[in-house]
Each structure stands twice: as C-alpha cells, then as structure tokens.
C-alpha cells in the first residue's frame, strides 16, 4: 500500500526480484508505478477492503503515511493476513547482507547515490535501496549479486531504528518531521538509539561539523573508533582547499588523518555535496576501495532526481528543481545557486511541506527564503495531513523581510505559478522549484509550453 512511493515502490521492486509474488496500490498513478509496471507488478489505484479478495496476500506491507485504520489494513487483519509496515520488511534483507545505511534529517538520497555508484562501479555488486532515483544508474532499488547493500534509512517515522548496519553513516542530526517528533531533543535520542543499533564490530562514519551530533559527542555518544569527516584536519577525514566552478562543479583536496590524499572534482555543486562526498570516501576507505576510483566515479556523479536538478533551459531563463523542504535544505540549495551563478536573478517557487512543518518552521523558511531576488510561495501540500487552522504559506510572506515582502508572489496554484513565470521571466534569469510536493511539475509545464509555442511558430 503506497506502491506509488519513492521507497515503496522500491522496496516492491526488490521483493519482485527476490522472488516473492508483489501486488501494489496508491491513490494516485505516479512515474513510479510506472517503473514497477514494467517488472510486472499488479497495481490498483485506491484502497478498499476487495484487494484483499482480489490478491490474496499472505503479508501487506504499508506505507507509514497510511493510517492505522484505514479499511484495507483493517480487513486485512480481520482475515488474519500478516501486517508489517515498509522498513520492517527492508530491514530483514538488509540485516541479513553487510549493511551500509545511510542516516539523516538531510542529504541523506545524495550521499546514499554517492555510495551505492562507488560500490557499483568498484565491482561490488551491491543491492540497493534509495529514497531518490539515481541519474547515473536510473534505479532507486536494485538486487544485487554481492553481500553488500546500501540503504537510505529513514527516520521520519522512527523506522530506521529497525536496522542493524555493519556500517551506520548519519550526515547530520535536525528537527524535522515535527509530527512524528515534537523537540529536537526526541530526534536526538531516536539517532542515539539507532547508533546503538550497529552489528557488533561495526563503525560509525558521522559529520563532526553538525551542531545535532556535536551535542552527542559532548555527551560522549559517539562510539569509540568511529569515523569522523568535516572541514579541515580536526576530523578524520577533511576537505580544504575548495573552489567553486560558476556555472556548477567544484575543486578540493581531501587530507585523511591530516595528510592529503588527493584532490577531488565534482560535477554537482554546494557545500554540502563535499561533505556528502567526505562521507562516501570514509565508508569506501573501510571497504578498501582506493581513493582512485571513488575520484573517477564521483567526478562524472550527476547527482539523484530533484537534488538541485537542471530541468531544462527556454529562452535563456535555465530551469533547477530540488526537493528541499526544511530550512536548512532550502538555505544550502540558494547558497549553492548562488555560488553557481553569482550575476544572475534568482526566482523561486517554494511550495511548503505539510501544515505541522509550516507551523513549526515558517520564521526559519521566511529568513532563507530572503536571500531570492523573486519569491512565489504555493499553499501548502498537505501530504497525509488534514489542514490546521490559520497554517497558510500567508504565515511566511507575513515575516519575511519589510524590504523583501515586495518581491513576493502568493501563487493560487501550480497552473497559477506557471502563467506568473511565463510573464516575469527574463533573458538570464535561473528558476528554481524547491518542495517534497508536486511543485516540480512547473518546471516540466514551462518547457512543454515552450515547446509547443515553438512547434506553432
């Protein structure tokens, strides 16, 4: 249930190629469904008590944006088939591979898409299951022939407390899913527990850089012999020397235990992608992978869909998407635009993720989201939410900046968006989408009116 997810539909996939007979159904057709339809998977849109008729499973999996009652689920109890939600099932192959899993409130697909190429193309052969699709490998879940799986776990739910890595990787510790967590202080002591979690002998590679889990290393959480990356020589491993290529890309060297080892180039941009890269150098390191081919295959990533992707370009205005929806996600996507093209006007459609996150963090997306020269903010996407009462993206135009509130546009609806775009756009300008909803599909509109314009010329 939920097959038209990023993980479940992955999680699908991989059952598929297990073996395992694998039926689905959401609530809307997605290009995910696509993607399983094509390995023969039986999909059905909706939800009702007649699928269980219908397929006759012996086990449902559903996703965690599903609620607990909902009449399929209840009739699958009542006939006595067996239940399990999407990480506990990913959880029982993965605990029985060399698990490398990949934690996170942020950069967690990118870093998993990092890992999993490098595998791949050090000949590993490992399975996969990612939250995002990979451009370079064009899967988000895969079976493999070796021992190894990567996985990107996810804690929005508390799930990926259900895993026992050899290797645990958590790229940083932040407040976010505040419906499933109500402080800061409950996500901290969730990471406690899935640290706690490692299978005996394994290692933790983590961000000494991050504010979440420096509060765990004075506390003294962090397990001993773990594997620390951030910037400069005080970590493990660190990154000096960088430079931003405009246009995209970057330069820098990496020392190890505070002698250089080499120098790196990438293809995708952002602070954030070198110490994604940093993290995917750590875990190569203990798998004997040489700095070599992690250099080669890192210097040709193109990153995972909706990761600041370039869409398309029309009329000289180029089109990025990216599925930022937390503060600090936002902030790190402007800075990197910004670095990429320091003389160009920035336009920005955001679309906030669900009405308990605007409620907690609409100060903090009024403050990033100052930093475009045009704003456009879409309602919320509700996501499995009901709506809150006075919880509107009103409340963000509300605190941005006096000197910035000119500059924003309330947008009715994605078409709504569209119709804005196509009258204030100029010759240079660079669009930017940035939501975990559908606010991509501007993005893909904008250029299939384009298109159609030019075919009518």
Wanted: charged share 20%; with cysteine; glycine share 10%.
């Amino acid at each position: 249930m939920g097959i038209g997810g990023a993980g479940m539909s992955g999680l699908a996939l991989l059952l598929a190629e297990l073996g395992f007979e694998v039926s689905g159904c959401d609530m809307i057709h997605t290009s995910y469904i696509d993607k399983v339809l094509k390995e023969e998977v039986a999909v059905v849109l909706g939800h009702g008590r007649a699928h269980m008729e219908k397929f006759l499973p012996d086990l449902l999996i559903y996703s965690s944006a599903i609620p607990e009652e909902n009449e399929e689920i209840l009739a699958a109890r009542e006939k006595g088939v067996a239940i399990a939600k999407r990480g506990e099932v990913l959880s029982w192959i993965f605990d029985d591979r060399f698990g490398i899993g990949i934690a996170g409130t942020h950069g967690k697909t990118t870093t998993s898409s990092m890992i999993a190429l490098i595998l791949e193309q050090a000949g590993f052969h490992p399975t996969l299951a990612i939250g995002g699709e990979l451009c370079d490998i064009g899967v988000n879940a895969k079976l493999g022939d070796g021992r190894f799986m990567v996985a990107e776990l996810d804690e929005s739910d508390g799930s990926f407390e259900k895993f026992h890595p050899n290797i645990s990787v958590v790229t940083n510790v932040d407040w976010d899913h505040v419906n499933y967590y109500p402080t800061f202080e409950s996500v901290l002591e969730a990471f406690v527990r899935f640290i706690s979690n490692l299978k005996e002998s394994g290692i933790l590679v983590f961000c000494g850089e991050d504010y979440g889990l420096s509060r765990l290393m004075s506390l003294g959480l962090i397990p001993e012999g773990s594997v620390s990356y951030g910037w400069g020589p005080m970590w493990t491993w660190g990154a000096v020397n960088v430079h931003h290529k405009p246009g995209g890309g970057v330069f820098f060297s990496i020392l190890h235990e505070g002698e250089l080892v080499g120098d790196v180039e990438l293809s995708v941009s952002g602070e954030h992608n070198i110490l994604n890269t940093l993290a995917a150098c750590a875990v190569a390191h203990l798998l004997g992978i040489s700095l070599p081919v992690v250099k080669r295959t890192l210097r040709d990533f193109k990153g995972a869909k909706r990761r600041l992707q370039h869409i398309g370009c029309f009329g000289g205005v180029d089109i990025y998407d990216d599925y930022g929806h937390h503060p600090r996600e936002v902030a790190a996507t402007l800075g990197t635009l910004d670095r990429m093209f320091p003389e160009r006007r920035l336009l920005v459609t955001f679309q906030p993720h669900r009405f308990t996150r605007t409620r907690a963090l609409y100060k903090e997306f009024a403050q990033v989201l100052a930093s475009a020269d045009k704003l456009l903010l879409l309602p919320v996407y509700q996501a499995d939410e009901d709506p809150i009462p006075g919880i509107t993206s009103l409340l963000i135009a509300d605190h941005l900046p006096e000197e910035k509130k000119e500059s924003c546009i309330m947008s009715r609806s994605l078409d709504d968006a569209v119709s804005i775009l196509e009258q204030i756009c100029e010759e240079g300008d660079i669009v930017l989408t940035i939501g975990a909803g559908d606010v991509s599909i501007i993005g893909e509109s904008l250029l299939a009116k384009t298109k159609e314009q030019l075919v009518h010329f």
